[in-house]
């Protein structure tokens, strides 16, 4: 069965006790959807027609939003500093308005593009913050264009898979392509990999063999809707013996938040994807996520592998139990008590601007 079939194939669940391979979670399509079973793939003629649109575009961007912060300048009488809370401001968005552009996904670009309604006349110090703001957004739509434009087409699906479907009120029809087996992309002069995908069968020697062949790698970036929990277990063990730190770079759910334990700094920055807890399951007969008992020995070894990693372990199970195999408990950073509780328990060491370890 694929994805486009009954239930759409999300990967996102954790296997049972001694299971050390992969197996994805079907997760019924919500009444009333229907799976976009007829999209055409674009030809690689219309992928290159698309990319210069969008290329096109970011140049508006670029353009409008230097003439917006010559606006703000003249409103305020002076230059207008907007605080580093708004560095990425509405990159997330920005991001799937690309994302959509590039993948055929004209009304969705279209209804999620930032709308952006100024009044550039107004000559007070709040009106010339909120146009230098929109001018700033501008300039990270124009950057966060060129990125998405340089990632190859399993990337831009992954991306889309992971960040933007279930956002923006972007349906699970909006699934594209098949589910895919982790990648690797080095960033950061190769002081940084970029992990996405699936924690599937062999997750954990990838990753090594990866890491091995580039020394200089300081950090793993990850974005993942989750897969097997002993590959997540064995992966994340190495990266601490490792001295690696980990960093969300995409939605990190179910089995990537075992392997984000294993590093040594566990960082999240803005504009903070999530992190997702659900409870462990096998599959059972009719093919739907059955949950292991509370007391199976998967929740035994996660514990213990809490413990190692010097992470609150009650708090990370209670997390996982909150929502059923087919569910996902989501905590985004945005200064609430649960979120917050990322720190409190030391399943994060530090957010970018929000808390750190141990905060009370």
Same mark, same amino acid.
């Given at each position: 069965m694929n994805r486009l079939s009954a239930? @759409?194939?999300?990967?996102?669940?954790? %296997? +049972?006790?001694l299971l050390f391979f992969a197996t994805c979670l079907f997760t019924p399509i919500a009444e009333g959807q229907s799976v976009n079973e007829g999209e055409r793939p674009l030809m690689q003629h219309e992928v290159s027609v698309r990319e210069r649109n969008l290329t096109e575009l970011a140049a508006e961007y670029k353009a409008k939003s230097e003439r917006l912060h010559k606006v703000a300048t003249n409103l305020a009488g002076g230059f207008v500093h907007i605080g580093t809370a708004y560095s990425v401001v509405d990159s997330e968005r920005h991001q799937c308005h690309a994302l959509a552009t590039l993948l055929g996904k004209d009304?969705? *670009? !279209?209804?999620? *593009?930032v709308d952006y309604r100024l009044n550039v006349e107004l000559k007070t110090i709040d009106n010339a913050q909120d146009v230098a703001i929109a001018a700033h957004s501008?300039? /990270?739509?124009? =950057? @966060?264009? !060129? =990125?998405?434009?340089a990632w190859d087409k399993g990337q831009r699906e992954e991306e889309w898979n992971l960040g933007c479907v279930g956002s923006h009120q972007i349906g699970t029809v909006e699934f594209v392509g098949q589910p895919k087996p982790s990648f690797f !992309? %080095?960033?950061?002069? +190769?002081?940084a990999l970029i992990v996405l995908g699936d924690v599937e069968t062999g997750f954990f020697h990838k990753l090594k063999t990866a890491v091995d062949a580039n020394p200089g790698v300081q950090t793993i970036l990850l974005g993942s809707g989750g897969g097997s929990v002993y590959e997540a277990l064995m992966a994340g063990r190495y990266l601490r013996q490792r001295g690696l730190n980990t960093e969300l770079w995409n939605n990190c759910l179910s089995a990537c938040v075992l392997v984000f334990l294993g590093g040594v700094e566990r960082r999240i920055n803005a504009p903070y994807p999530a992190l997702g807890f659900h409870q462990i399951s096998v599959l059972g007969n009719a093919g739907r996520p059955v949950a292991v008992s509370s007391t199976d020995k998967a929740y035994v070894d996660v514990a213990a592998y809490a413990i190692k990693? +010097? /992470?609150?372990?009650? *708090?990370?199970?209670?997390l996982m139990q909150l929502r059923p195999p087919e569910g996902m408990f989501q905590i985004k950073y945005d200064h609430s008590d649960a979120s917050h509780l990322l720190c409190i328990s030391n399943i994060v060491t530090v957010v970018q601007r929000g808390c750190a370890a141990g905060d009370r």
């Open positions: 239930f @759409v194939i999300t990967c996102l669940h954790d %296997l +049972g006790p009304s969705i *670009a !279209r209804r999620i *593009a501008m300039h /990270v739509f124009t =950057e @966060v264009a !060129r =990125e998405v434009i !992309r %080095l960033r950061a002069n +190769g002081t990693m +010097g /992470v609150d372990a009650l *708090a990370l199970l209670r």
